[in-house]
Every structure is written in C-alpha cells, then in structure tokens.
C-alpha cells in the first residue's frame, strides 16, 4: 500500500501548492494516481495564508482528491476560538492564548481580513470573524480526524502516549504530546508518523518518522511517501530513502 503524507503547512499555501506538485509527480511515475494523502495538521497560524490553505483542501476534498486532514494543535485553538472566544485549551500554558504572539493567530486573522485588532475584546474579534470566514472552513475544522490507520502505520499529529492502545488514545496527546513520546524508543507495533515537533530535516526513528521540518517558521514544508514501513521523503530531483536512525532521540524544547 502506498500513502503520502505532508507535513506541518501553518499557513503556507504556495508551499503546500507545491508538495501536491511533487505528489502528482510520483504517482504518475509509479502509475497510483489513487494513493490516498494524509495532511498532519498545523493548517493555520504562523504562515501567512491560512484561509488560502484551508481553501486548496477544501476544494480538494469536493473535486475527488483522496486527502485526509489531521487536527493539530494549532488547529483546535483555532477551531476553539471559532467556537467560543472565551474558552482556552486545557493543554495551553496560562500564559497563552491562541493570539499570543508565539502561537501565530493574529496571522490567521488577517489571511480572513481581520487586520485591526488591537483594542477589541476576544469577543468582538470573535464576531468580526464569523462575518467574514467561510461556513466551508468552520466545517473544515470540525471534521479534522485525530489519527488514521493502516496495517503498518498510523498518522497522528503530534504523538501517541508510549503503552497506551492506539485506539485508547486521547486527542490531548494526539494533538499535544512531545518527550514523553520523543524519548521513547518501544516499538509501538505501528509506525507512528508525526509532525508538531519542528526539526531540521525528516526523520526516521525506527520506532516514528517526523516530518515536520519547520513549514512554520518559513522554513521548508516536508512531504513523503510510504510503502507499508519503507519511506522517502519527495525533493525536487525525487524520492529520498529516510532509514531508520534509532539512535537519534533527544528532547524538542518547544512549547508550542
């Protein structure tokens, strides 16, 4: 079975726009114009197009696009404040909200044409927003799954807490989760393919692939492709082999 998966976009379209790109490339070479792709999450914040990220899905998913999307944790503080602009993440330190400077949702604002925020209450911006974001977008978020599965793999945002079933898995750690799950280095029977961890270039674990290679912080937007546990990440001459490195864990000290 083959399956590609993308990556943390936060808000880059033209960098998701070309990941499609080198996803058409392979399948056509490989003649699996059907392999389904699997978007890790992080859709919004940070980058500096979010609504034109979520579009490109959006009208992805209606033409036929076998793409399925993952909810990070960026996502559900975004989705979160759509929903109620008074409620915080009870993962979220306290000395955050999603419009935090750090987190990047004054930059989902303006990509939906909210520029001027300063001085109104989370409320009002609340409000502004809903008079100008798509009902197609609000439904995006809602429909965002917590992981998927194959025989081999499974695909989650951020982790999966170590010793735990996949299928008793709660979202807070799906979407949050980092050393507990980083240090770990049990087999956890499936691959675990994540991203929310930013790092250099992806990595094969044995045990995990990241492929969140730091889309959010301008960066470059990662995606790869897997044949049952075999992987390679996609540049621009082809496929790269991504070979288990075991030995390579440590902790990301990065809260959000």
């Given amino acids: 079975m083959r399956i590609y998966a993308i990556g943390d976009i936060h808000g880059q379209a033209d960098m998701l726009r070309a990941a499609h790109e080198r996803i058409a490339t392979d399948r056509a070479a490989c003649g699996d114009p059907t392999a389904e792709v699997i978007h890790l999450g992080d859709f919004c914040d940070r980058g500096p197009n979010t609504a034109g990220v979520i579009q490109i899905l959006v009208d992805g998913v209606a033409a036929g696009e076998p793409w399925r999307m993952l909810l990070g944790n960026h996502d559900r503080l975004f989705r979160g404040f759509v929903r109620n602009a008074s409620v915080r993440d009870n993962v979220l330190h306290r000395d955050f909200t999603w419009m935090s400077c750090a987190l990047g949702g004054e930059t989902t604002l303006r990509s939906y044409g909210l520029?001027?925020?300063?001085?109104?209450?989370?409320?009002?911006?609340?409000?502004?927003?809903?008079?100008?974001?798509?009902?197609?977008h609000i439904t995006f978020l809602e429909k965002l799954e917590s992981m998927v599965e194959y025989d081999e793999l499974a695909f989650v945002h951020a982790g999966i807490l170590p010793g735990v079933s996949l299928s008793r898995q709660l979202e807070d750690d799906l979407v949050?989760?980092?050393?507990?799950?980083?240090?770990?280095?049990?087999?956890?029977?499936?691959?675990?393919?994540?991203?929310?961890?930013?790092?250099?270039?992806?990595?094969?674990?044995?045990?995990?692939?990241?492929l969140d290679t730091g889309a959010g912080y301008f960066r470059r937007l990662t995606v790869a492709v897997f044949e049952d546990r075999d992987c390679w990440a996609l540049t621009d001459l082809g496929r790269e082999k991504l070979e288990p490195s075991p030995h390579m864990v440590g902790k990301v000290r990065n809260p959000i």
Avoid: C, M
């Fill in 115 to 136: 520029f001027d925020i300063n001085g109104h209450s989370a409320k009002r911006i609340q409000a502004r927003l809903l008079e100008l974001i798509p009902g197609s």
């Fill in 176 to 210: 949050w989760i980092r050393d507990e799950f980083l240090l770990d280095t049990g087999d956890h029977g499936k691959l675990i393919v994540h991203g929310h961890s930013a790092i250099h270039s992806p990595t094969h674990y044995g045990n995990r692939v990241n």
